[in-house]
């Protein structure tokens, strides 16, 4: 990988105040994610099996518990970087970044979680509060088919609404690079996010060329 830690380590680090979440007025209350899991639970498939499909950083930072973990393939869909301007946890106003998102379009090979039945809904809310930090007109998890080695299964993916301010499509690719190669907030540099999620696919046997040729680009940019 040409990304290596060393370039990332020539991020610098975010100075003043990441964007707060705990000072906006639109955040979800806790019946707001209750009604929300019992929203997508009512569309679970009859073997009350919950899977996640993880495509970026719930790789590698699931932060939910899980007791199986399959390697699977998403059709309809790609990772793009897509999802921004970022103000809060890798990005700040100064130096906001862009997230991965999945755009319609080509297919996505990824890793499905099964969350565990007798804790199931405590962890499908930690999965929701955590792609949802604010209010939602509607949820950003959808249920999908998802291929795997064992077999098809039904999995949640998490989506853009591509009516949502924060879907930024056909950004140019110069300046996506560059929001990666200087963005930084209270979490870490989105150099660091990109390195990590490359690393842990490829660990897994997963080769995104898009990401791959986006660690390339970045690279290069550190170093000059």
């Not at 565990?116 to 809904?121: E, H, Q």
């Not at 792609?131 to 249920?143: N, R, Y």
């Not at 990109?194 to 550190?222: F, N, P």
Request: negative net charge; aromatic residues 8%.
């Amino acid at each position: 990988m040409d990304l290596t830690k060393e370039l990332v380590s020539r991020v610098p680090p975010f100075e003043g105040e990441s964007g707060k979440l705990s000072s906006r007025d639109d955040l979800p209350t806790d019946v707001d994610y209750a009604g929300a899991v019992e929203e997508l639970l009512a569309g679970a498939p009859p073997s009350g099996e919950v899977w996640i499909f993880a495509y970026g950083s719930l790789i590698w930072s699931p932060e939910f518990d899980f007791v199986e973990e399959r390697l699977g393939t998403l059709a309809g869909y790609r990772r793009s970087f897509c999802l921004g301007w970022v103000r809060i946890y890798r990005g700040t106003p100064e130096r906001p970044g862009i997230m991965l998102g999945l755009e319609s379009g080509g297919s996505c090979r990824g890793v499905a979680f099964r969350l565990p039945n007798v804790t199931l809904r405590e962890n499908l809310e930690r999965v929701v509060r955590r792609e949802h930090p604010i209010q939602w007109e509607k949820l950003h998890m959808k249920w999908a088919d998802v291929r795997t080695d064992s077999g098809p299964i039904r999995a949640l993916i998490v989506v853009l609404d591509t009516s949502h301010p924060a879907y930024l499509p056909d950004l140019a690719e110069d300046v996506i690079v560059e929001a990666l190669a200087t963005a930084a907030g209270e979490r870490g540099s989105m150099a660091e996010y990109l390195r990590s999620t490359v690393e842990h696919l490829e660990d897994r046997g997963i080769h995104d060329g898009y990401l791959w040729k986006m660690q390339k680009l970045v690279a290069a940019r550190l170093s000059r």
